[in-house]
């Protein structure tokens, strides 16, 4: 086989294969004839002239992420860290636009995000910052879709992905958060002691209530007793005053009786004559009297009291 032969099956081949080329899917080819551009070409196999077309780049039609860290500082002085991710992607329209207006597209939106971030931030306090996370990221949205696409860019969507204060921010932040947890948990158990406090008084008072009553009805009950012995004694010719002396010496022996019973009681023996009962019960009718008097007596130095008041009130409207 001569050189010639050789060279000229070499230059068909090349010739061959650069006739040809294939695009991917959700890609597009951007074709220059020497040097200037020709078509937009989607994907599959293509034909172009050999030594004259040639491919000049290639653009995806994808969805794209390009995530970007941000040092900024907020209103209250708290340098924190921000990650934007921003998804774009060039529509098959605007492949002319995407390939031949920008250089480098990642830098352009990565300068975008920066300036957007370092005005948005100061404005806010740290709190604000975590609360309105998305206006943030709506604010960078909105910066980024008017000045990219005019340079064919879609911004589909910004997310602020992750908020990142200094360390010894993050560690005051935990101990106010801790030391709110203690205030509520400690309001709660105050509560609580009170409810319990509230809750014995209530039973104590019910208990003193009940036990008062109990009382009550059963000094009613005993007088109830004493009327009926009296009425008793009455009917076999005891009058009022002997009933009532021999119901005292008897409630007088019955309890030196029960106190007797019980090993462990204290007995103080007081003077114990046959006319202790009757002693007893005039004692008794004397301090009743006197105490009666004595009401008397009040009521009346009252009523003097009222009269002269109203005496004078009288006197002083006229």
């Known amino acids: 086989?001569?050189?010639?032969?050789?060279?000229?099956?070499v230059l068909a081949l090349l010739i061959i294969t650069g006739s040809f080329f294939t695009v991917r899917q959700q890609s597009a080819a951007i074709l220059e004839r020497l040097g200037r551009f020709q078509s937009i070409r989607g994907s599959g196999l293509h034909f172009k002239l050999p030594f004259v077309d040639r491919v000049a780049g290639k653009v995806s039609l994808k969805v794209q992420q390009l995530d970007v860290n941000v040092e900024t500082k907020t209103k209250d002085n708290v340098f924190v860290k921000l990650k934007v991710g921003v998804q774009?992607?060039?529509?098959?329209?605007?492949?002319?636009?995407?390939f031949y207006k920008l250089d480098n597209p990642y830098e352009q939106i990565n300068s975008y995000i920066f300036d957007v971030v370092r005005a948005e931030v100061p404005k806010m306090k740290l709190d604000d910052v975590f609360e309105r996370k998305d206006d943030i990221a709506n604010a960078i949205k909105l910066e980024l879709q008017d000045a990219m696409n005019s340079?064919?860019?879609?911004?589909?969507?910004?997310l602020v992905t992750d908020i990142?204060?200094?360390?010894?921010?993050?560690?005051?932040?935990?101990?106010?958060?801790a030391a709110e947890r203690e205030k509520l948990a400690?309001?709660?158990?105050?509560?609580?002691d009170r409810i319990r406090i509230v809750a014995k008084a209530r039973a104590e008072a019910e208990s003193k209530r009940l036990?008062?009553?109990?009382?009550?009805?059963?000094?009613?009950?005993?007088?109830?007793?004493?009327?009926?012995?009296?009425?008793i004694l009455n009917s076999v010719g005891i009058n009022s005053q002997e009933a009532s002396a021999l119901i005292v010496v008897t409630q007088h022996y019955d309890t030196l009786q029960s106190m007797g019973e019980n090993v462990n009681s204290n007995l103080i023996m007081l003077p114990n004559a046959p006319t202790a009962g009757s002693d007893m019960l005039a004692n008794m009718t004397a301090s009743f009297m006197a105490s009666q008097k004595m009401g008397e007596d009040m009521k009346e130095q009252s009523d003097k009291l009222k009269a002269e008041k109203k005496r004078k009130k009288i006197e002083l409207e006229r």
């Open 1 to 9: 086989m001569s050189i010639a032969l050789i060279v000229i099956l």
């Open 151 to 158: 340079y064919g860019y879609n911004i589909v969507r910004a």
């Open 164 to 177: 990142d204060p200094d360390a010894t921010v993050k560690v005051a932040m935990n101990r106010i958060n």
């Open 186 to 192: 400690a309001e709660y158990e105050g509560e609580a």
């Open 211 to 231: 036990q008062g009553q109990g009382i009550a009805d059963q000094r009613r009950e005993i007088a109830k007793g004493l009327e009926e012995s009296v009425d």
């Open 88 to 98: 774009f992607a060039v529509g098959p329209e605007s492949v002319y636009d995407a």
